[in-house]
């Protein structure tokens, strides 16, 4: 069976930030398959996986056998009331991401959610006050730049000038659907959040992290289901246009018709041009060549280069988000960044939808 995006968890090289049993976290909605590779940056960081919850058992002792030493807990409230928890992370079906997070920081908890982490902008609003109220965490998963490492080595390439000012962002983000083995909260609108606030999360945050815009526009934005009239509630196809508070701009295309023959679940790719130079990012192939992913190629006024980038990296978000737990610092990401993509992904999503004449 072809692989598929949701059940993708990449793993990486142990690298402890603390001591075992120093920084405890547990584990509540697992309806996507991203939570297991939450759990293994997180525990390759040196947390422990104490507690595991979900109302699908089968679920829970999948997550469980993964991690030895965690165990099912009875109900949110056992883990909300283990005062030993520092994170709660969470995979919830997108539409309840949010309200679980202000449970969690209510309970005094961090909270570390897949993204797209809110579906309306009235759940951003009760989650920016919930972040106010407690002055926990609510982290979020943007793992095609995070759990990527040519998407964070082009970050650093960037910092150091390789490439000038960032003039544009563009990205392609298409995923495998294999619909038959979708959940049904998969082919519901008011659950899914629509395309380009699930998968195209990761492209909006990518835009803000590598123009440093802090705020954006949404200049265009359209969704259509193209390929699966069987399935009314799924955009299938969504693009979309912004303009960054600098300048910058950026477009991204995201969909789920991934052929079968593809060896991996998308062919995501990213194109950074600067002022100096430009890059481009394979991360998950490079068609026809290497079923491998990794692939980043830098042309500047210097070089001209193909850098493979496979275990070179690493992934440092884990610890530093573990770190800025424990120390109340911001090095991993800021509240206000991971929120913008946020607002920016829903904002894009409701334009496109306004465009159709769909009033939600």
């Given amino acids: 069976m072809p692989e598929s995006g949701m059940n993708h968890a990449p793993k990486g090289k142990p690298s402890p930030v603390v001591k075992p049993g120093e920084f405890?976290?547990?584990?509540?909605?697992?309806?996507?398959?991203?939570?297991?590779?939450?759990?293994?940056?997180?525990?390759?960081?040196?947390?422990?996986?104490?507690?595991?919850?979900?109302?699908?058992?089968?679920?829970?002792?999948?997550?469980?056998?993964?991690?030895?030493?965690a165990q099912a807990a009875r109900s949110e409230e056992e883990i909300f009331q283990d005062n030993d928890v520092h994170l709660v992370a969470s995979a919830a079906i997108p539409s309840d991401r949010g309200p679980l997070g202000i449970r969690a920081?209510?309970?005094?908890?961090?909270?570390?959610?897949?993204?797209?982490?809110?579906?309306?902008?009235?759940?951003l609003a009760g989650a920016r006050a919930a972040v106010d109220k407690t002055g926990k965490k609510f982290a979020v998963y943007y793992g095609e730049r995070l759990h990527s490492e040519p998407g964070l080595f082009?970050?650093?390439?960037?910092?150091?000038?390789?490439?000038?000012?960032?003039?544009?962002?563009?990205?392609?983000?298409?995923?495998r659907a294999n619909m038959q083995n979708r959940p049904p909260?998969?082919?519901?609108?008011?659950?899914?959040?629509?395309?380009?606030?699930?998968?195209?999360s990761h492209q909006c945050e990518q835009f803000l992290y590598y123009t440093g815009a802090t705020d954006a526009e949404i200049v265009a934005a359209q969704v259509d289901n193209v390929n699966n009239p069987e399935y009314p509630g799924v955009d299938d196809f969504g693009d979309c246009m912004l303009r960054g508070n600098n300048g910058a701009s950026g477009?991204?295309?995201?969909d789920w018709l991934t052929p079968d023959a593809l060896p991996t679940w998308g062919d995501i790719r990213t194109f950074i041009l600067g002022t100096k130079g430009y890059m481009e990012m394979r991360k998950a192939c490079?068609?026809?060549?290497?079923?491998?992913?990794?692939?980043?190629?830098?042309?500047?006024?210097?070089?001209?280069?193909?850098?493979?980038?496979a275990g070179k990296v690493g992934f440092p978000y884990f610890g530093e988000l573990i770190l800025d737990c424990l120390n109340r610092t911001e090095i991993?990401?800021?509240?206000?960044?991971?929120?913008?993509?946020?607002?920016?992904?829903?904002?894009?999503?409701?334009?496109?939808?306004k465009a159709k004449g769909i009033v939600r």
């Fill in 24 to 69: 405890i976290i547990a584990a509540i909605g697992l309806d996507h398959g991203h939570i297991h590779g939450m759990c293994n940056g997180l525990t390759e960081a040196g947390a422990q996986l104490k507690w595991v919850y979900d109302p699908d058992p089968a679920k829970v002792e999948k997550l469980v056998a993964q991690f030895p030493g």
């Fill in 251 to 254: 477009y991204f295309r995201v």
């Fill in 154 to 175: 082009a970050g650093d390439l960037i910092a150091d000038g390789a490439i000038g000012k960032v003039v544009q962002v563009m990205g392609m983000g298409p995923h």
């Fill in 332 to 353: 991993a990401m800021t509240q206000a960044h991971a929120f913008k993509a946020a607002e920016l992904c829903i904002t894009a999503q409701m334009v496109a939808e």
């Fill in 286 to 309: 490079d068609v026809g060549r290497d079923k491998r992913g990794d692939h980043l190629f830098l042309v500047n006024d210097k070089v001209e280069e193909y850098i493979d980038v």
């Fill in 185 to 200: 909260w998969f082919f519901k609108r008011e659950q899914n959040g629509g395309i380009l606030c699930d998968i195209g």
């Fill in 105 to 123: 920081m209510n309970a005094g908890k961090d909270y570390f959610v897949d993204k797209a982490p809110l579906t309306t902008l009235e759940q």
